[in-house]
């Protein structure tokens, strides 16, 4: 049996998905332009190109922060939901189990009984059929017809 996620379980992950996304695109797109119109690399000395070197790492940096983030709470939601999920799942077929091993006993105790009364039945046959034996052998002795037929019964 697998578990089919909801479409509840996926809103918040198509959510954080697209955020960090978006998120992403927009610090990539903005720091290009940002670089572009603010800061031309033709116009600049070697002095200025140092200190633009350490804005974009820092920049860099930034945009790497804000892509990573929520593509860490992404991973978090999703692999707790998964757990959640899992824990759940474990707990019905821990369930289920105990549940079957209940019915097995219950089948257990009731094929025991069977085979007892199975036993005591058949005890009793057979020892209703060594008095009939019994009473044909002394009605055999004293010369009378036999009462209880012992062959097979038609």
């Known amino acids: 049996m ?17 955020i960090a996304a978006a998120t992403y695109l927009l610090g990539v797109v903005g720091y290009c332009l940002w670089i572009y119109y603010d800061h031309p690399i033709d116009a600049m000395e070697p002095a200025p190109l140092q200190a633009h070197a350490r804005r974009s790492v820092a920049t860099g940096f930034f945009l790497l922060i804000t892509a990573i983030l929520p593509m860490v709470a992404l991973y978090r ?3 707790t939901a998964a757990a959640r999920s899992t824990a759940q799942l474990n707990a019905e077929l821990k369930q289920k189990v105990a549940r079957q091993k209940e019915r097995e006993a219950e089948l257990q105790d009731a094929i025991r009984d069977l085979e007892r009364f199975n036993a005591v039945a058949v005890g009793r046959e057979n020892r209703i059929l060594e008095l009939k034996n019994e009473v044909n052998t002394l009605l055999e002795q004293q010369h009378r017809q036999k009462r209880y037929h012992s062959g097979p019964i038609e």
Do not use: D, G, I, N
């Not at 697998?2 to 697209?18: D, G, I, N, Y």
């Open 77 to 79: 939601y999703a692999y």
């Open 2 to 18: 697998t578990h089919q996620p909801s479409a509840s379980e996926l809103k918040w992950p198509r959510a954080l998905f697209v």
